[in-house]
């Protein structure tokens, strides 16, 4: 019997792990792929976490790893396929074993979300700029998206390819103003804006996409696509368990707390009005304590 099991190890589960195991609470965490430290690992470079200036996003991630496995944190390969409440939780791997813990901290976090146009599973269309970006070295690449991931792969894209389409419905970005600057600054980079996307073209291999603007039909081709159109929180587990929102993510404050007794969540998966690092290893933190208390009442 576990004192909290925690469920993802990217920075929200990490950083949960860390803070669980200076509780001196039993803690494992349990990760989908083995040595994983989230999302996060894929970023190129983060400027925005404290202390850690200009840090490749691995390098981050294996840093909070470390940290927790020297900790003493317990870390098991599975997927979790369901979770259940009977006394103590009892979670069940996709490999039929199953783990028992009196609290659990769900921080899976999410999945990218696909562009959801006929053509959007071909091959080129890439969800990661960090990873596929040099196989479009002075090619043609178009980014599609509006945030601070979008913008962040068009820049990084424009130092490999000739030349980036940075393609968005709307007339403006969402993204912050410094990525913005930088987009401006970048003379390989093409924005085509109120620009909404109806179709990827091509055989198996993405060639271009069709699209509508300002209710004019157009076309593009380009050598690869990049979708950074948002996230799906990976909250599929937990329906009927606690309580979603209308976008899946899980109905919890900033204090972990479900609707579900015992259970926590932390992280990109969770409703919060930000999700950036440092916001997820708040919320490990947060849940952490949230469940070390709840243990400590339920002895009393």
Request: with cysteine; hydrophobic share 40%.
């Amino acid at each position: 019997m576990y004192d909290t099991i925690i469920i993802g190890s990217g920075p929200a589960g990490l950083s949960a792990a860390i803070y669980a195991r200076r509780a001196l609470l039993n803690t494992a965490v349990v990760e989908k792929e083995p040595f994983g430290t989230g999302a996060i690992a894929v970023t190129e470079r983060v400027d925005n976490y404290p202390g850690l200036f200009g840090i490749s996003g691995y390098e981050l991630g294996e840093k909070f790893r470390e940290q927790a496995e020297a900790l003493g944190t317990e870390f098991i390969e599975g997927e979790v396929t369901s979770l259940e409440k009977n006394g103590a939780w009892n979670i069940t791997l996709s490999d039929g074993s199953t783990l028992q813990s009196k609290t659990v901290i769900y921080a899976a976090g999410t999945k990218n979300r696909k562009l959801g146009v006929p053509g959007d599973d071909k091959q080129k269309i890439s969800y990661c700029a960090v990873c596929d970006g040099v196989f479009y070295k002075g090619k043609t690449a178009a980014v599609i998206g509006g945030g601070d991931t979008a913008l962040g792969d068009a820049i990084y894209l424009s130092k490999i390819a000739e030349t980036v389409y940075l393609v968005h419905r709307r007339g403006e970005f969402r993204a912050n103003k410094s990525l913005q600057k930088k987009v401006s600054e970048a003379a390989n980079i093409k924005l085509v804006l109120n620009a909404v996307l109806n179709e990827v073209t091509g055989g198996d291999k993405a060639d271009g996409f069709v699209y509508t603007q300002n209710g004019e039909r157009k076309t593009l081709s380009v050598d690869g696509i990049f979708c950074a159109v948002g996230s799906v929180p990976n909250t599929a587990v937990l329906k009927g368990v606690c309580e979603l929102d209308a976008g899946g993510y899980v109905v919890a404050g900033e204090d972990g707390k479900t609707s579900a007794e015992g259970l926590f969540a932390a992280g990109d998966v969770r409703t919060t009005p930000l999700r950036q690092v440092v916001t997820a290893a708040a919320d490990g933190a947060n849940a952490a304590t949230s469940a070390e208390r709840y243990i400590t009442e339920q002895s009393e």
